[in-house]
C-alpha cells in the first residue's frame, strides 16, 4: 500500500467523481482507477460503489477513510515538524471556530497571522463546540475556538476571554429600557439555537437561574438567520454583543444588556494533549489573546463614547 494510493483514495472519497478527483491530484482517470483498483485488491473488498458518473463509499469504505485521513495528517505533522526545524515554516494549520467568534475574531486574527506566516496554508472552518471537539478528536482540526468548560480527558484548553450575551430585540419591539432583568424574558417571544445545541443550554440555564422558562417560538442553527429573523420582527434573541455589533445595521435591533444574573460564557482554545503544536499553532494562539483584547478595548471605548453621548443628551 503506498502513500500516493490513499491520497488518491481521499480525492475520490472528497469529489465523488473519479473525473474531478484526478484532475485534483493532477493524473489521468485511468492512471486514477488503476490505482483504486489496485487498493481495492490489495484490501480484498471494494472501498467504492460506481453509480454511474457518482461514486460513493461503501461500509469498509468509509471504516477506511477514517484511518486513510488520520495516517495522511499525521504524515503531514511529520513534514512539518521537519519543516519549523529546518526554518521553512510551511504546511498548514486547520482551525474550527464558533459561528459567533468567527463573525468579528477571524478576519483582523487571519490578517495578522498571514502576515507573520505568509506561506503558512490557513483553514478555519465555522461549527459548533461539539463538532470542534470531534475535529480535534480525529485529527481534522489542529485547534479549536470554542466554548468551555470541556471536560474530555484528551484535550487542554486555555481561556481566552468571557463572551458576555445581550438580549436582541426588533427595533419595532416596545422593550421601553436598555437594560433588562432575566426574569423580563417571560413575557417576550424568543428565537434561539435548537435544545442540543451549547448556547442555547446557557442560555437555558440562566433563565432557570431567574426563574424565567423561555417561550422559545422559533428554533434556527444559524445565528446570522436568527438575527435576520429578529429584524424582521418574529421574536427576541439572546447572542454574544459583539456577534451582533459586527453582523446587521443597529437601527434594525435593539441591543439591551441583561443582569440579574448578567448572562456570560468562556470561549477558550482547545487542542489535543499529546498532539505536537507546531510553531504556527502556537503564534496563532498567542495572536488570538492579542486580538481579542484589542477588540475588547474598542468595543469598551466605543460603549464608554456612547454612554457619554446619552448622558450630555
Known amino acids: 500500500m503506498e502513500l500516493r494510493q490513499l491520497e488518491y483514495f481521499m480525492a475520490v472519497a472528497t469529489h465523488q467523481n473519479f473525473s474531478r478527483a484526478a484532475e485534483h491530484v493532477h493524473v489521468s482517470q485511468p492512471s486514477l482507477s488503476i490505482q483504486i483498483g489496485g487498493l481495492e485488491k490489495e484490501l480484498g473488498t471494494r472501498l467504492f460503489d460506481r453509480l454511474g458518473r457518482k461514486v460513493v463509499l461503501t461500509q469498509a469504505g468509509e471504516l477506511f477513510q477514517v484511518h486513510v485521513e488520520r495516517a495522511l495528517r499525521e504524515v503531514e505533522q511529520a513534514e512539518q515538524v521537519v519543516h519549523e526545524l529546518l526554518g521553512a515554516k510551511r504546511g498548514r494549520l486547520v482551525v474550527g471556530t464558533l459561528s459567533t467568534v468567527?463573525?468579528?475574531?477571524?478576519?483582523?486574527?487571519?490578517?495578522?497571522?498571514?502576515?507573520?506566516?505568509?506561506?503558512?496554508?490557513?483553514?478555519?472552518?465555522?461549527?459548533?463546540?461539539?463538532?470542534?471537539?470531534?475535529?480535534?478528536?480525529?485529527?481534522?482540526?489542529?485547534?479549536?475556538?470554542?466554548?468551555?468548560?470541556?471536560?474530555?480527558?484528551?484535550v487542554t484548553t486555555i481561556p481566552l476571554f468571557e463572551e458576555r450575551l445581550a438580549l436582541i430585540a426588533p427595533a419595532t419591539m416596545n422593550i421601553g429600557k436598555r437594560r433588562a432583568r432575566m426574569q423580563d424574558l417571560a413575557q417576550l417571544p424568543l428565537v434561539l439555537m435548537p435544545a442540543d445545541y451549547c448556547l442555547r443550554k446557557m442560555v437555558e440555564s440562566e433563565c432557570a437561574k431567574a426563574g424565567v422558562h423561555p417561550q422559545v417560538v422559533l428554533e434556527m442553527t444559524s445565528p446570522e438567520g436568527i438575527l435576520q429573523a429578529v429584524a424582521e420582527g418574529t421574536g427576541a434573541t439572546i447572542l454574544p454583543e459583539l456577534y451582533v455589533k459586527s453582523r446587521l445595521p443597529a437601527s434594525q435591533l435593539q441591543v439591551i444588556d441583561l443582569y440579574d444574573p448578567t448572562p456570560r460564557h468562556t470561549v477558550g482554545l482547545a487542542y489535543l494533549t499529546k498532539r505536537h503544536r507546531g510553531q504556527a499553532a502556537e503564534e496563532f494562539a498567542a495572536l488570538c489573546e492579542t486580538t481579542m483584547r484589542d477588540l475588547q478595548s474598542g468595543s469598551n471605548l466605543s460603549l464608554r463614547n456612547r454612554r457619554r453621548k446619552r448622558t450630555a443628551a
Open 102 to 154: 468567527n463573525s468579528y475574531l477571524i478576519a483582523p486574527l487571519v490578517s495578522r497571522f498571514k502576515q507573520r506566516f505568509p506561506n503558512i496554508h490557513l483553514q478555519v472552518h465555522a461549527q459548533p463546540s461539539s463538532e470542534i471537539v470531534n475535529g480535534l478528536l480525529t485529527n481534522r482540526l489542529d485547534i479549536g475556538i470554542c466554548l468551555l468548560p470541556l471536560t474530555h480527558a484528551h
